[in-house]
């Protein structure tokens, strides 16, 4: 079968076949008498192994050496192979994500493109100062990697970097939080710590809810912090953890002033004190005196009832802290 006759049937360029004969790679067994390769049965056989070992991407070296040294063995450089393909692969994704991100910025030109990819480069650099400086001194009409943002905020272990990054996603109106909402359900808690401080950022219904949920997340922390920031936007749905953190001491006095913010009206402030007094029932001393502080915060008659019993308190410090208290409003009127 002549050189043209091989190709249109195999598939391979004359071009490659006379590259194959030049390595000993495939060589035709005979010529005609005009001078031209004829191959054999026995060639294109041999043509089909390298064509099937390049598919697994064997170089035309190593498929020379396996259809020519009974030596070679498959299993180490076969190992190799799926060595260097998981890499490819992994590169391959990392371009694809890469691209998606651009994409998700809806860049209107070239030079939008650019400065999101220089934003990417710069959220993978080991310098905290260098990554914080990258968001801060973005063009504020440039787009933003919206996805990019939220998945370097919940790896970001710089306090510094991190505000700047929950600055950067307050931009994007609330583009962030179905990234966030992901965070919230993260089995790792410092990254739900990470996705509710910057969920309390973002104004709106949207991130209250989200914060809401965080009322009921098993770690304290997050749960204080969510309750603080719904608190500071008059949510009555923080007031028992407001409420626990004033009485366990932690972030106290700002639970007791987000307290005092939530007490907007009479019937507010009456909720509130009722919060209180009920937790005063079963709390320590220490407990006691926060909780009788935070009263300080309270307008109302409520407040100014609990106060007076409080001023007769068995507990001498709560006693005289309340009487302060009571001392301190008689002066502003």
């Excluded at 089909?48 to 190593?62: I, M, N, P, Q």
């Excluded at 004033?246 to 007791?256: F, K, L, T």
Aim: hydrophobic share 45%; glycine share 8%.
């Amino acid at each position: 079968m002549l050189i043209g006759e091989v190709s249109r049937r195999s598939g391979v360029s004359i071009r490659m076949l006379r590259h194959y004969d030049a390595l000993g790679l495939v060589v035709p067994t005979g010529r005609t008498t005009g001078g031209y390769r004829e191959y054999s049965a026995a060639d294109i056989r041999r043509l089909f192994h390298v064509e099937c070992l390049r598919t697994l991407g064997l170089s035309l070296t190593d498929a020379k050496r396996a259809l020519d040294e009974p030596g070679f063995t498959p299993a180490t450089l076969v190992a190799e192979l799926i060595g260097h393909t998981r890499a490819r692969i992994r590169a391959e994704e990392e371009l694809l994500t890469r691209l998606l991100q651009v994409d998700a910025s809806a860049p209107a030109d070239w030079s939008d493109v650019l400065q999101v990819v220089s934003l990417l480069h710069a959220l993978e650099s080991d310098s905290g100062g260098h990554r914080q400086r990258a968001v801060l001194t973005q063009d504020e009409s440039a787009p933003l990697p919206v996805g990019a943002l939220v998945e370097a905020l919940l790896a970001e272990d710089d306090p510094n970097v991190a505000g700047a990054l929950q600055w950067a996603l307050v931009r994007t109106d609330g583009h962030g939080l179905p990234g966030l909402e992901s965070g919230l359900a993260s089995p790792d808690v410092e990254v739900r710590r990470r996705a509710v401080t910057a969920i309390a950022a973002v104004p709106g219904a949207d991130a209250s809810r989200l914060l809401r949920r965080a009322l009921d997340d098993p770690d304290t922390t997050i749960r204080g912090r969510a309750a603080l920031a719904l608190g500071s936007r008059g949510n009555a749905d923080a007031l028992p953890v407001l409420v626990d953190l004033v009485a366990e001491g932690r972030r106290d006095v700002e639970a007791a002033e987000t307290l005092g913010t939530l007490a907007g009206g009479p019937a507010a402030a009456g909720e509130i004190v009722a919060a209180l007094e009920h937790r005063l029932s079963d709390a320590d001393s220490a407990a006691r005196l926060r909780l009788a502080q935070a009263l300080a915060e309270i307008p109302g008659r409520a407040a100014l009832d609990l106060l007076t019993r409080l001023a007769q308190d068995g507990d001498r410090t709560v006693a005289l802290t309340a009487a302060a208290i009571l001392h301190a409003r008689d002066d502003e009127h």
